[in-house]
């Protein structure tokens, strides 16, 4: 008989952690039962059950967001994803978190290159457990390094227009240009519209770094700076647990974290408007996978290469061998999640000189090869 599972979450907003379920579940066989749990209270669990009699479930919780007892699914093994281990409650359960202190150690790395005058961080508006822990990670992060970091916090029970007014008012009284780590991609989306109605600018006065990288858009539409999250592994290592639990063994709790920032125009530069600069980094996005170099990309300005690397580097907070690889990495993740085009020749669409070279980075970078990071990311 088919095992049947039953993935209660989101299931529209975070189709990501479904996919990576689904993929596991297609290596064994299972059935995969998507219920979304928008609107619906815990009470409703023992019925879904009844109904649907599953042989696992996993519980998409947001964050903790949604986090229902383990009692309310009797018998049936259950493994919690994206729900954080110091969540009350969380010890006695099998659950795959994601790695918030690396989250946060990531934004702040990439906002304090850039070597703002002030740092800055916004909790979204529904006012989290898992919101309020990044935000007081990220001022703990800064403070460490006698740095000043002010949080726009959110408040219980608050109407959103009140929150959006106090999140305008906010950023207009930071001393700029001011680095500035929103929670989420979501609550990112507020601060650039509040960016835009407060008249300030972004990167000149807010460089802005957002977390989880759902948004599918290409750079041009999509501005935002954003810490990746492996959301995708992290499904298929809760369908990956449920097995387990399934078959009665003991397994140990799983941790996802970040894999990369994907660079866009919210952190494109220290504040400075330097023409030639923006020029280079267009340059890089265009040739990078065509073999670009970085004494390839010197050539075509005036100057010395080391008075361009110096510039490069004063005007983005990073090398241009940084920037170059960063755009060929993020070509690579496209094919291997994209296409079907062989783990050995991906390196020649990316401007590598051979596939060892990528693959290094790979396991430098990710700790994993090319080929397993297809197989837990590769789209249906």
Known sequence: MTPRVLYLGAVDGWKPKLAGVRRYATRRGW???????????????????ERMRPDGCIVGCNGGNYFPGKRLFGTVPVVYLDLPARTPGAS????????DDAVVRTAFTELKI??????????????SPWSRFRARAFRAAARS???????????????FDAYFARLRA??????????TFAVNDETAAFVIRACREARLHIPKDIALVGADDTDTRDHDENPL???RIDFVHAGFLAAKMLESAMA????DNAVVGPSMVVRRKSTSGRGRHVPCMEEAVAVIRREACDGLTARDLAARFPGTRRL????????????VLDEILHVRLEKAFELLASTDIPVGLVADFCGFGCYRALDRLFRTRLGISMSEWRRRNARS
């Open 31 to 49: 059935e995969v039962l998507p219920v979304s749990t928008v609107g619906m209270p815990y009470a409703e669990i023992p019925a879904v059950l």
């Open 92 to 99: 006695s359960c099998r659950i795959v978190s994601c790695d």
């Open 114 to 127: 850039w070597h703002p005058e002030s740092f800055g961080v916004v909790e979204a508006p529904d006012n």
């Open 145 to 159: 390094r006698g740095l000043p970091c002010a949080v726009f916090a959110a408040r219980r029970g608050e109407a």
């Open 170 to 179: 906010w950023l207009s009284s930071r001393r700029r240009p001011c680095g």
């Open 225 to 227: 700076s954003s810490v």
């Open 248 to 251: 009665g063994r003991s397994t």
């Open 308 to 319: 361009f690397d110096m510039r490069f580097h004063e005007a983005t907070g990073h090398s």
